[in-house]
């Protein structure tokens, strides 16, 4: 069936080291992906898309990659900072178009000052 | 511009009770889809609602419903609540379904 999942539940790093977020999925057709952080007693929150028909996509200290060949999704935050200690989950729209979000098991991020 | 608004926050119910959480999309967002979140399963799909109708539902017994009114504001109700039924209950508004944007929650514990 589809499922979205994460190699690394933990990763630590540096401040102001750039972190690599990875997500693998399994479903090659979905064609719309979405990158959370949710921070403790908060819902999630967006930070980045990216179609299928991109490859690449940037944000501010964000960037997105997107590889269907290996249907490997990853985030990579620049300069890694304290406030960025979340848990980052990639998400999976369904590709029947049915909206629904099919979200990884996410990645705790660590920042050690 | 607003955000997702949820009510209650945090609700504690004990078995066999019934309960009713809102939510109030981003104005302008006519999709509004419900999401659990557990420990051990993670974030999963509930149910979506555009213009009031559910346009797409998850694996979720019947005891989950909702329903969605004219100006895109959501309700849903678990019926006959069980101890697994705690958890942190997400609503995400869209302008169509795709791009989804999250209220903060409502935490529900089933004593």
């Known amino acids: 069936g589809e499922s979205v999942g994460l190699h690394l539940p933990t990763l630590s790093v540096q401040e102001g080291d750039n972190s690599i977020i990875n997500c693998a999925y399994s479903n090659s057709a979905s064609d719309y992906f979405i990158w959370y952080k949710q921070e403790s007693g908060k819902g999630p929150q967006f930070i980045i898309d990216i179609r299928s028909n991109m490859d690449k996509r940037q944000g501010q200290r964000v960037t997105v990659l997107l590889n269907k060949t290996v249907k490997h999704l990853s985030l990579q935050i620049a300069a890694t900072q304290p406030g960025d200690s979340a848990v980052y989950f990639c998400?999976?729209?369904?590709?029947?178009?049915?909206?629904?979000?099919?979200f990884g098991s996410g990645t705790r991020l660590l920042v050690r000052p | 511009k607003a955000g997702v608004t949820q009510t209650p926050r945090y609700l504690i119910k004990t078995r066999g009770q019934q309960v009713t959480l809102s939510c109030s999309p981003i104005s302008g967002h006519r999709s509004v889809s419900w999401y659990q979140q557990t420990p051990g399963q993670g974030l999963q799909f509930l149910f979506e609602y555009f213009s009031e109708t559910q346009r797409n539902k998850g694996n979720f017994p019947g005891r989950f419903s909702g329903r969605q009114f004219s100006n895109s504001r959501s309700e849903m109700n678990v019926s006959t609540l069980e101890l697994g039924d705690s958890a942190l209950y997400l609503c995400?508004?869209?302008?169509?379904?795709?791009?989804?944007?999250f209220g903060p929650g409502t935490r529900l514990t089933v004593l």
């Open positions: 998400a999976e729209i369904g590709v029947d178009s049915s909206y629904k979000l099919i």
């Open positions: 995400a508004s869209s302008l169509s379904g795709d791009t989804q944007y």
